[in-house]
């Protein structure tokens, strides 16, 4: 079934009212863009069902996008620690909605304020604002994911709090207007994905473990 993320509604409401308003009072150039800018809510903001298979071994992509960055970093925010870091790149035009890459246990949830230069930028995933999620799962121990706001995008959505449990491919938040998320995983993790290739949340598998 055909759906929208839930962060969406008031933005696809308030632009259908705006193009309703403009036509009865026959403000039709206002009509016309406000009906475009309607379309693109509509586009923007859905939310099609994604078939994760089981694979306890495997970690899917968290976000649509384009591979930007792979390697090892250390993440200094929450595990103070060496990890294998995946970044991708939201586009407008890609599905926004984040996704689980492995089932577990959410340890953390913690907001960083900051600025909101390009996403493509190496300085992005610590200058700008973001969310930083520490999910616990049982086989892999902790995995870190990021919702990193960009120049376009200004608000990232983390729709669990610690104490919930994820499900692998599961949806846990949404990013509005483009921007990127950072993956932090175990340095012994396989990596099978390759810079500019492009995945797709909860179906493409960014890296095993065994």
């Known amino acids: 079934m055909f759906q929208f993320a839930r962060e969406g509604y008031p933005f696809i409401i308030s ?27 509509f586009y923007f903001f ?15 992509a968290p976000a649509d996008g384009k591979i930007i960055y792979i390697g090892k970093t250390r ?29 577990g246990l959410v340890k953390k949830v913690k907001h960083f304020p900051g600025k909101f230069y390009s996403a493509f930028t190496d300085d992005a995933s610590i200058l700008n604002e973001h969310i930083t999620m520490l999910l616990d799962s049982e086989i892999h121990g902790k995995i870190v994911v990021k919702q990193i706001a960009g120049a376009v995008a200004r608000r990232c959505v983390c729709r669990v709090k610690p104490g919930e449990t994820l ?8 990013i509005k207007f483009s921007s990127r998320v950072d993956i932090f ?22 890296a095993v473990r065994q």
Not at 18 to 41: C, E, G, K, Q, R
Not at 185 to 206: C, H, I, K, M, Y
């Open 75 to 103: 993440e200094d925010e929450i595990l103070n620690a060496d990890r294998q870091k995946i970044s991708i790149f939201m586009s407008p035009l890609n599905v926004h909605v984040n996704r689980a890459p492995c089932s």
């Open 167 to 174: 499900s692998q491919g599961e949806r846990y938040g949404i």
């Open 185 to 206: 995983l175990p340095l012994d993790s396989d990596v099978r994905v390759q810079l500019n290739d492009t995945v797709t949340a909860g179906e493409t598998v960014l």
């Open 46 to 60: 859905r939310d099609p069902e994604r078939n994760t298979p089981d694979n306890s071994h495997g970690f899917y």
């Open 15 to 41: 632009f259908l009212i705006l193009t309703i308003a403009a036509a009865v009072f026959n403000l039709h150039w206002v009509s016309a863009a406000a009906l475009v800018l309607t379309l693109f809510m």
